[in-house]
T-cell receptor, first 113, second 114 residues
């Protein structure tokens, strides 16, 4: 089945630095990937839709300059949290458009100190 | 706009007893419905989906769900719960006429006690 790999699984960074999270489709080509954010004990909120070779589509209220998305190949989408602040600490999960139940990455726990 | 409601924040059940996790949805077109399970600090694992066809959908780990169009529900069920089923469960919907976006319910925490 379709598998999505997400790295890193956890990261701690200093306030003001940038962090890049990778999402890879391992055994299929993903023209579309999705980035979600999950706060503790809450549901997943879609942040943006990443399209290979074009600009990402951001959901209302998500700062595109803060959460940079790049989808330069059919198997890789990256989310960069720029100038991270403690309020950006969260669990970030990616997903890919696939024929089966959309597969999800294992998530990245970001802690900004 | 599409939406999903999971009315129970938590469900407690004894091991060996039937487990039901409720989900209702709202879409303007035909619903594509999904159930996922999440273990602590992990991503979501796909359990099952309904696109069309038989209203009773069988999925992974002995789970099944019944699509009820008149009640706009898609409840998740398991005849005999295991302690290892303790996790966070999410129902999600995609409007067949509105692209690829999944909208998730708030999640239901299942606690299976030995």
């Amino acid at each position: 089945g379709a598998v999505v790999s997400q790295h890193p699984s956890w990261v701690i960074c200093k306030s003001g630095t940038s962090v890049k999270i990778e999402c890879r489709s391992l055994d299929f080509q993903a023209t579309t990937m999705f980035w979600y954010r999950q706060f503790p004990k809450q549901s997943l909120m879609l942040m943006a839709t990443s399209n290979e070779g074009s600009k990402a589509t951001y959901e209302q209220g998500v700062e595109k300059d803060k959460f940079l998305i790049n989808h330069a190949s059919l198997t890789l989408s990256t989310l960069t949290v720029t100038s991270a602040h403690p309020e950006d600490s969260s669990f970030y999960i990616c997903s890919a458009r696939a024929g089966t139940g959309p597969p999800f990455g294992s998530g990245t726990r970001l802690t900004v100190v | 706009a599409q939406s999903v409601a999971q009315p129970e924040d938590q469900v407690n059940v004894a091991e060996g007893n039937p487990l039901t996790v409720k989900c209702t949805y709202s879409v303007s077109g035909n619903p594509y419905l999904f159930w996922y399970v999440q273990y602590p600090n992990r991503g979501l694992q796909f359990l099952l989906k309904y696109i069309t066809g038989d209203n009773l959908v069988k999925g992974s780990y002995g789970f099944e769900a019944e699509f009820n169009k008149s009640q706009t529900s898609f409840h998740l069920k398991k005849p005999s719960a295991l302690v290892s089923d303790s996790a966070l469960y999410f129902c999600a919907v995609r409007d067949g006429a509105a692209g690829n976006k999944l909208t998730f319910g708030g999640g239901t925490r299942v606690l299976v006690k030995p």
